[in-house]
């Protein structure tokens, strides 16, 4: 059930940011840069401990019944830079500079989607937390998903990492439409989901990528293309924003000349962020599954001449069967 365990993670974390808790942007003055340092929200941080709680606890667990902590603590390192991240996005002041400058809003969307979720992903967060809980519980946890609709359906999109892809391109593009990228803003309950999904679908893409690392043939490449079609679509739609002859979100103009900004500079500056840095992080993604791709087919070449058995066909992405 990965991706019942990744959206409660979601859930978990980002239900501390209902509208009691302030999570939209939408109400605020807007913060001055004189203001910035004390805006500070320390609403999450008690969901954020919590969660790492039960990770840790259900990580010692599996540690021990495994008598092996080397890919443990990796895992554990993992997991900390995901909390950490979420931090950044939600406890630091960047939170309160994104109902201020569009061009803070998109570095949160950035850091959830390119920080949170790859290292939740690499974390493999399903296990532990299901060790966290007690026997029974686990057990009904397990029992009830495996009698949804949805484990059938989720496994097919883990298993291909460019419906994953296409899924989170969607939901990307989606929450930037003027229109509905507005009303988030002036909806707490919107808000709220446009950062699940944001996050929900970032996690079961990155967590494919992740699975398609350790893969061979044809879902190794997939992998290697979903990073590769996602670095072109973020990149088209951060261009898109950056060459716009006008705001496509005025609301921000209230705010941005406290910044020594315009509108329309901050609109560039937050795409100049995606088309560069989002681009950059998933054409990255690509090239390292591409080397760890080829890695694996040199081993494989070495071990058959060793052996003196037949050499696997080596990889390439095509359509199997």
Same mark, same amino acid.
């Given at each position: 059930?990965?991706?019942?365990?990744?959206?409660?993670?979601?859930?978990? *974390?980002?239900?501390?940011?209902?509208?009691?808790?302030?999570?939209?942007?939408?109400?605020?003055?807007?913060?001055?840069?004189?203001?910035?340092?004390?805006?500070?929200?320390?609403?999450?941080?008690?969901?954020?401990?919590?969660?790492? /709680?039960?990770?840790?606890? /259900?990580?010692?667990?599996?540690?021990?019944?495994?008598? =092996?902590?080397?890919?443990?603590?990796?895992?554990?390192?993992?997991?900390?830079?995901?909390?950490?991240?979420?931090?950044?996005?939600?406890?630091?002041?960047?939170?309160?500079? /994104? #109902?201020?400058?569009?061009?803070?809003?998109?570095?949160?969307?950035?850091?959830? $989607?390119?920080?949170?979720?790859?290292?939740?992903?690499?974390?493999?967060?399903?296990?532990?937390?299901?060790?966290?809980?007690?026997?029974?519980?686990?057990?009904?946890?397990?029992?009830?998903?495996?009698?949804?609709?949805?484990?059938?359906? =989720?496994?097919?999109?883990?298993?291909?990492? @460019?419906?994953?892809?296409?899924?989170?391109?969607?939901?990307?593009?989606?929450?930037?439409?003027?229109?509905?990228?507005?009303?988030?803003?002036?909806?707490?309950?919107?808000?709220? $989901?446009?950062? $699940?999904?944001?996050?929900?679908?970032?996690? @079961?893409?990155?967590?494919?990528? *992740?699975?398609?690392?350790?893969?061979?043939?044809?879902?190794?490449?997939?992998? @290697?293309?979903?990073?590769?079609?996602?670095?072109?679509? #973020?990149?088209?739609?951060?261009?898109?924003?950056?060459?716009?002859?006008?705001?496509?979100?005025?609301?921000?103009?209230?705010?941005?000349?406290?910044? =020594?900004?315009?509108?329309?500079?901050?609109?560039?500056?937050?795409?100049?962020?995606?088309? #560069?840095?989002?681009?950059?992080?998933?054409?990255?993604?690509?090239?390292?599954?591409?080397?760890?791709?080829?890695?694996?087919?040199?081993?494989?070449?070495?071990?058959?001449?060793?052996?003196?058995?037949?050499?696997?066909?080596?990889?390439? @992405?095509? $359509?199997?069967?």
């Amino acid at each position: 059930m990965p991706v019942y365990s990744m959206l409660m993670v979601a859930g978990a *974390v980002l239900a501390a940011f209902s509208p009691a808790a302030g999570v939209a942007h939408a109400h605020s003055r807007g913060v001055t840069p004189d203001e910035i340092w004390l805006a500070w929200r320390w609403e999450p941080l008690p969901l954020l401990l919590a969660a790492a /709680g039960l990770y840790v606890r /259900g990580l010692r667990m599996m540690r021990r019944r495994a008598r =092996s902590g080397a890919v443990y603590r990796w895992r554990a390192r993992a997991f900390a830079a995901g909390a950490l991240a979420l931090g950044i996005a939600f406890v630091s002041p960047l939170d309160a500079m /994104g #109902g201020t400058l569009l061009f803070a809003h998109m570095a949160q969307h950035l850091v959830l $989607i390119l920080m949170t979720a790859p290292a939740l992903a690499l974390s493999a967060p399903t296990a532990p937390l299901l060790w966290a809980l007690s026997p029974p519980h686990r057990r009904g946890l397990v029992r009830w998903w495996q009698r949804t609709a949805m484990a059938r359906y =989720s496994a097919c999109v883990l298993r291909s990492p @460019i419906l994953a892809g296409a899924l989170h391109g969607a939901m990307l593009w989606a929450w930037h439409l003027p229109r509905l990228y507005d009303g988030a803003l002036h909806s707490d309950l919107l808000h709220l $989901i446009e950062h $699940i999904s944001l996050l929900a679908t970032a996690l @079961i893409f990155w967590r494919a990528v *992740v699975a398609s690392g350790v893969g061979r043939g044809v879902r190794a490449g997939a992998g @290697i293309l979903a990073c590769f079609i996602l670095s072109l679509t #973020g990149g088209l739609l951060g261009a898109l924003m950056t060459l716009a002859r006008r705001p496509w979100y005025p609301v921000y103009s209230h705010h941005t000349t406290a910044w =020594s900004l315009s509108a329309l500079d901050d609109q560039q500056l937050a795409g100049l962020l995606m088309w #560069g840095v989002g681009g950059m992080v998933y054409a990255a993604a690509a090239l390292t599954l591409l080397g760890r791709w080829l890695t694996l087919a040199d081993v494989a070449d070495s071990t058959a001449m060793r052996t003196g058995a037949p050499a696997p066909p080596r990889p390439g @992405i095509g $359509i199997e069967g």
